[in-house]
């Protein structure tokens, strides 16, 4: 019996630098039968998304004290704890310790960073700065939700959320409802992400706030893709796109690529798929991520072996194994070795 890594790399959320737990990596065993069956195979390789970010077990377990340590260096960190002992106003003291918990958290020191958010909360509290308040239990949202604590997210984002919609704070509302949307995406609780998106998708609309409208199509088009509604998946990711070109966000810009590509790839439009993920090759390139690099290339790949074109497809994986190997991806080094051996096993049989 061969055993392939499945790892599903789905949306981050909408605070940069969350990862969803779609990025976990979970054994799936598969028999010989298994690899000889085009289809089989197919739908094994339906749900790997490769695109931005890595995953959160990685992050965890492998960068996690490099982060730290970075914090610890981090010259805005420095700046903020300067700026926090010179502050004598309680109002900006509250945005600076909110400031510091966002930061750290971004840089996994979420031990720290809670601390600053609980002292956010409790001055804000005190001094009733609702906006403080809000901010604070939204970071405190994000400090559970990278823990993989689903339950205290949530429960920290909807009172985010519940603050912002009482003190007409839209856009904090609009941002909130979508990290809850993607706290039950991850989850696998599709209709409460749903939900929540288009929550957040109707608050973006009415104040015109492009990136929180582009966030909330860009999470319904992951979901409807998982739910193999690609009419619907494709509707709402080109609807992110064309947003995130006007906003210039060319991360963004080459995951929804990707995303897109999956749909064209799930419906047998190859044509299509190569075309979008090539255009995720390009943005890459140009913005120097080599990281993304690596996922176009394996998506490529990918393409190329459902045409049984399999001298183009082990080029494609040869060279994402080769990135993912530059930049210590060990899932991704796993799943290019994995491709690889599938090539070779189809080239023989």
Known sequence: MNMLFHLN?????????????RDIVRPVYCSSSFLKSPNMVKRFHRSTVFHSGISLLILLLIAGFRQQCLAQNDSKVDS????????????????????LSERLWRTAN????????????SLAEKIKCKNGEAKAYNNLGSIYFSKANYPEALK????????REEIGDKQGM???LNNIGNT?????????????YFSSLKASEEI??????ATSNYGLG??????????????????????YEELGNKNRLAATYNIIGNSYREQGNYTEALKTFSAALQISEEIGYKQGIAYANFNIGEVYRLKSDYPEALTNYLTSLKLFKEIGDKIGIARSHDNIGIIYANQFN
């Open 222 to 243: 992951t979901i409807y893709q998982e739910q193999d509604n690609h009419t619907e998946a494709l509707k709402y990711s080109f609807a992110a796109l064309t947003l």
């Open 80 to 99: 903020l704890l300067n700026e926090l002992q010179k502050t004598q106003h309680d109002t900006s003291k509250v945005n600076t310790l909110n400031a």
């Open 174 to 176: 609009a941002n909130s």
């Open 110 to 121: 979420y031990s720290d960073a809670q601390q600053y958010a609980d002292n956010a909360l």
């Open 156 to 163: 920290n984002y909807k009172i985010a959320s519940d603050i």
């Open 9 to 21: 790399l789905a949306q981050t959320s909408f605070a940069p630098g969350i990862l969803t737990s």
């Open 208 to 213: 015109e706030y492009k990136t929180g409208i």
């Open 184 to 196: 039950y995406k991850t989850q696998g609780n599709y209709s409460e992400a749903i939900k929540s």
